[in-house]
């Protein structure tokens, strides 16, 4: 099941979100409102967490660094759920909004840009290999994650909407503040940019 496989994936993410859990359970127990909300915010939680949380290794490049800030985004969800509407936003353009903000802190914070290694994102499986395999992969990674990296950082965050949260692209302009057809228009280049970096790198191995 995709949202298990998802949990499975960022076992520091649970352990957080349990030690969240545990501390509002505590509290809930004398607020029934209290703990059916926390019923939700878990039910929310299960459902979204994969995709905050590949967005956010897109972003980053770094599974550790994306684990955190994924405990960081449901923590700073579960302080302000209360206060959520779902009737002004959908539960993915909340939490979203919540990821993009934080990596944006975090990598203010940083001072400087990260790769997004694509091996890590989106979550390949290695399949045995061989030496050579491993290598002649490595090296694709290695230079995908140099394209990317090359793009300007308004095409890196629609990337990684795309095709680390899967946004289709009205979920991406509702999100980023543009039409539509410009959220398009990006992607349209942003993939070409990366296929001639990509394309121009194989001609030099030949």
């Not at 903000?101 to 979550?123: E, F």
């Not at 990366?194 to 394309?199: D, K």
Request: glycine share 4%; hydrophobic share 35%.
């Amino acid at each position: 099941m995709k949202i298990e496989k998802g949990l499975n994936e960022i076992p520091n993410v649970l352990q957080c979100y349990s030690v969240i859990l545990i501390r509002e359970v505590i509290v809930a127990d004398s607020n029934i409102a209290q703990h059916t909300g926390i019923s939700r915010f878990t039910a929310l939680y299960e459902e979204h967490m994969a995709y905050v949380f590949r967005y956010i290794n897109y972003r980053l490049g770094n599974r550790s660094q994306a684990e955190d800030l994924t405990s960081v985004v449901f923590e700073k969800a579960l302080a302000a759920f209360d206060r959520y509407d779902p009737k002004k936003a959908a539960p993915q353009t909340w939490l979203l909004t919540i990821a993009r903000n934080t990596v944006t802190d975090h990598l203010r914070k940083s001072s400087k840009r990260k790769t997004m290694p694509l091996d890590n994102a989106i979550g390949i499986e290695s399949a045995d290999p061989s030496p050579p395999e491993e290598t002649e992969r490595r090296e694709e990674y290695q230079r995908l994650q140099f394209c990317l990296a090359a793009l300007p950082q308004r095409e890196q965050e629609i990337i990684s909407l795309k095709f680390g949260s899967e946004l289709n692209n009205r979920q991406i302009a509702s999100l980023v503040g543009l039409s539509e057809n410009n959220v398009g228009t990006i992607i349209f280049r942003a993939i070409g940019k990366l296929r001639n970096c990509f394309e121009g790198w194989s001609n030099e191995k030949r």
